[in-house]
């Protein structure tokens, strides 16, 4: 025997052992075929299944615009907030011009003083209605950040509340 004659002996062999062990398989499958068409989904699965369907979709909707009213509400508690940072920072520049003018103002009172003693009145009176208007401005600013970081509070705590309470409902 040649090489070519044995090798092509052995490939025979081979393709019959493989037809024999998947026999079984090659059947199961074209008995499927046949069946296929006789085998039908009943009308109340597939019914259910689109009501499924439709009652998720329905849902992922809710999700979606709580998601949205989320994001809006913490959008706009931020921007309370921002909007309290920049009130403060106008504030503090605010306080800085008038300090400097109540200064350049003192100076101006002290030089017209006319003997030492007019000279430290002018300077006490100065100090007090600065340590005042510092005070007052101080207290403001501390009243601007408490109320936005109250608003902001309340924001967040009943969208909390209502992503909480959707949590359950679902």
């Given at each position: 025997?040649?090489e070519?004659?044995?090798?092509?002996?052995?490939?025979?062999t081979?393709?019959d052992?493989a037809?024999?062990a998947?026999?079984?398989v090659?059947?199961i499958l074209e008995t499927l075929?046949?069946?296929?068409e006789?085998?039908q989904?009943?009308?109340?699965?597939?019914?259910?299944?689109?009501r499924n369907?439709?009652?998720?979709?329905?849902?992922?909707?809710?999700?979606?615009?709580?998601?949205?009213?989320?994001?809006?509400?913490?959008?706009k508690?931020l921007?309370?907030?921002?909007g309290?940072?920049?009130?403060?920072?106008?504030g503090?520049?605010?306080a800085?011009i008038?300090?400097?003018?109540?200064?350049?103002?003192?100076i101006?009172?002290?030089?017209?003083a006319s003997?030492?003693?007019?000279?430290?009145?002018r300077y006490v009176?100065?100090v007090?209605?600065?340590g005042?208007?510092?005070?007052?401005?101080?207290?403001d600013?501390f009243n601007t950040v408490r109320?936005?970081?109250?608003?902001?509070?309340?924001?967040l705590?009943a969208?909390?509340?209502?992503?909480?309470n959707f949590?359950?409902?679902?």
């Amino acid at each position: 025997m040649t090489e070519k004659t044995s090798k092509a002996k052995a490939d025979k062999t081979v393709a019959d052992a493989a037809a024999t062990a998947f026999a079984p398989v090659n059947q199961i499958l074209e008995t499927l075929k046949g069946a296929q068409e006789k085998i039908q989904v009943p009308t109340a699965a597939r019914e259910f299944v689109k009501r499924n369907a439709e009652t998720a979709k329905a849902r992922v909707a809710d999700v979606e615009q709580n998601a949205i009213n989320a994001t809006a509400t913490v959008e706009k508690a931020l921007v309370a907030v921002v909007g309290a940072g920049a009130t403060l920072s106008r504030g503090v520049i605010d306080a800085t011009i008038a300090n400097v003018n109540m200064t350049i103002g003192g100076i101006q009172s002290l030089a017209d003083a006319s003997c030492p003693q007019d000279a430290a009145k002018r300077y006490v009176d100065f100090v007090k209605e600065f340590g005042q208007s510092n005070l007052v401005r101080a207290q403001d600013a501390f009243n601007t950040v408490r109320q936005a970081a109250t608003d902001s509070a309340k924001a967040l705590q009943a969208e909390v509340g209502k992503v909480a309470n959707f949590g359950k409902a679902a």
